[in-house]
């Protein structure tokens, strides 16, 4: 059974930094990527950045230059640096990891519970 189990969230002010983590119950390399959504109240959940196993990133205009993807192999963990937040960034942030369909079954996707992440202006 995969967990994904997310830290990092919290409150902080425009501006400012925080980082997200997502802990793998497994090895990372079990996924084709992982990564991070979020979703704002009313809103639907939009991906905000992804990294694949092949060390490949892909990283939503509205954050570009302001959030940072990462991984860290060994532990097992993707990380999500945060910098000069902005309130429109408020919302739950759901890590994310996936395996690409095969021709026995579709394509596997794993959710962590969420974090809290509010931005005050």
Same mark, same amino acid.
Request: proline letters at 2%; one cysteine or more; aromatic letters at 10%.
């Given at each position: 059974?995969?967990?994904l189990v997310e830290? +990092? &969230?919290?409150? $902080?002010?425009? &501006?400012?930094?925080?980082?997200?983590?997502? /802990?793998?119950?497994?090895?990372?390399?079990?996924?084709?990527a992982m990564g991070?959504?979020?979703? /704002?109240?009313?809103?639907?959940?939009?991906?905000? /950045?992804?990294?694949?196993? +092949? +060390?490949?990133?892909?990283? $939503?205009?509205?954050?570009? +230059?302001r959030f940072t993807?990462?991984?860290?192999? /060994?532990?097992?963990? $993707?990380?999500?640096?945060?910098?000069?937040?902005?309130?429109?960034?408020?919302?739950?942030?759901?890590?994310?990891?996936?395996?690409?369909?095969?021709?026995?079954?579709?394509?596997?996707?794993?959710?962590?519970? &969420?974090?809290? $992440?509010?931005?005050?202006?």
């Amino acid at each position: 059974q995969v967990q994904l189990v997310e830290s +990092g &969230g919290g409150l $902080v002010q425009a &501006g400012g930094s925080l980082r997200l983590s997502c /802990a793998a119950s497994g090895s990372i390399f079990s996924f084709n990527a992982m990564g991070w959504y979020r979703q /704002a109240p009313g809103k639907e959940r939009e991906l905000v /950045a992804m990294a694949t196993s +092949g +060390g490949s990133t892909n990283i $939503v205009d509205s954050v570009k +230059g302001r959030f940072t993807i990462s991984r860290d192999n /060994a532990k097992n963990t $993707v990380y999500l640096q945060m910098n000069s937040l902005k309130p429109e960034d408020t919302a739950v942030y759901y890590c994310n990891a996936y395996r690409l369909p095969t021709a026995y079954r579709g394509r596997l996707d794993y959710w962590g519970q &969420g974090t809290q $992440v509010t931005v005050s202006s």
